[in-house]
């Protein structure tokens, strides 16, 4: 495994490959990688010759009052992790090679931004496309790995593939759970011991939700107040948010129908977790 | 030289080339070519190997007042003087082939966009920003020819393509003019003859400006008064605005620097006209 710092670097590295007709896989990560990081790795290995691993901490997708100095950072388990899984490639830019001064330009995805962890986060997901843009163009993937966990995310960067012509194919892999549920996420090393065993009622909740509607249940307001009583019984549990939107274009619906998902946002503590699960 | 409509017979076209390490020129245009477009296809042919024009009215960079309708369009005779230069390729799209619904995704160059023509067009350059890097992700150029005419544009686009790491160098073609000094413009076919023959004391009035420069003046206001008086003597001519900015990030500048340039808009009658002049 090949580990670059900078953007010529990684473009000199990948170029003999590209021209030589290798298919390159991508997977975007902010590190601190956990088994939901390393499936997609595995995922890309699937559809590529060359795995290509992102590793930044991108400070454009934090807003001012949000983790992004204390976000967790441990470039040499990550190394090691990464190249266990088959990374042949890891970027791992500074800030300042990813954003010299001055900076202006951002990309921006109206409305799916604005929805759900964009209404807390304003500009959360300006940061978002506006890094994977930059890491399109840096890496030039044929295909590109994020996970499900992250679905406003996923669902957000698929629009803008689409919208702008990244020649890129995205391919989304399953949310990778904790065995009693939790959904993996670098931040759950934030959770004292006491949240953390509160944390996986978050998905418990998400299932019965699922549950409800295979029982025949498609009243929104009713699969709704089922999640919010079932979080309101963690007592460290502020709810952020609970939607059911449409899985295309994020819009809250009037009856739960194919595609339909819940989204939820919960601050156990400090820590903000999210989770999700297709209804139908 | 061939034509594709589609975005996928377009990249099609272009593949093999960029496997076997053709180099790939790119022009593009709105339409309607004037000697200012073909010069940017000898440029594009003196740095590539292949050059790919695109002809599209971008809509999403025509403010709701604006000439989108009513904007010149010949595509036979785009296609004759194209063709006579040595283009190689002209991608020719219809809107709904660039903007399907829904559309969602824009591409923003702060503070630059905001100054000089984005006070009267407050969205007209991130129409530009938008569908250049679109036309960059379905070209895949090596090298993008824009012109010198749209000076704020063509910082707009080098800042784009440094920010988003776009993987293409771009060049600037000098401005071109007709005999009496008048920069081209597809626009220019909308004077009357009146204003048309007014025209031409833009470039007299810049040139007046330079020479002041040249004989060592650096007062701002005072240049800037000298182009403003040069403009009054025009019956026809409201001014949109005379600006002396800094040739990298478009601030007013308090001296005349090296790189220091002169814009201005000006409409004469319902046609608004641009022209800039590097003053030193």
């Known amino acids: 495994m090949e580990v670059y710092r900078t953007i ?7 170029q003999p490959l590209r021209t030589t007709g290798k298919k390159i896989g991508f997977v975007p990560t902010m590190g601190y990688l956990h ?12 559809h590529s010759d060359v795995v290509v691993m992102s590793i930044f901490v991108n400070p454009t997708q934090f807003g001012p009052n949000e983790d992004l100095e204390r976000y967790p950072r441990d470039f040499a388990r990550d190394e090691h992790l990464a190249c266990e899984r088959g990374t042949d490639f890891i970027f791992y830019p500074e800030v300042a090679e990813m954003y010299p001064e001055p900076f202006f330009t951002y990309v921006v995805t109206e409305k799916l931004s604005k929805v759900l962890c964009g209404v807390s986060r304003p500009t959360h997901f300006r940061g978002v496309t506006t890094v994977v843009a930059k890491l399109f163009n840096i890496i030039q993937p044929d295909v590109a790995v994020f996970g499900r966990k992250d679905a406003q995310q996923a669902i957000i960067i698929q629009q803008m593939v689409r919208d702008l012509n990244f020649p890129v194919k995205i391919i989304l892999g399953p949310i990778v759970r904790e065995p009693d549920g939790l959904a993996m996420s670098s931040r759950n090393v934030y959770l004292t011991p006491e949240e953390r065993s509160q944390a996986p009622l978050i998905f418990q909740t998400l299932q019965e939700a699922r549950q409800a509607v295979e029982r025949g249940e498609r009243n929104v307001a009713t699969i709704r107040n089922l999640i919010e009583t079932g979080i309101k019984r963690l007592p460290l549990a502020r709810i952020d948010y609970i939607e059911i939107v449409d899985g295309e274009n994020l819009q809250r619906v009037d009856e739960i129908h194919p595609g ?10 400090k820590t903000r977790l999210i989770d999700n699960q297709v209804l139908m």
Chains 1, 2 share one sequence.
């Open 8 to 14: 010529a670097a990684i473009r000199a590295a990948l």
């Open 35 to 46: 088994e939901g990081h390393l499936s997609l790795v595995d995922i890309a290995k699937a």
């Open 260 to 269: 339909t998902f819940a989204a939820v946002a919960v601050y156990l503590g």
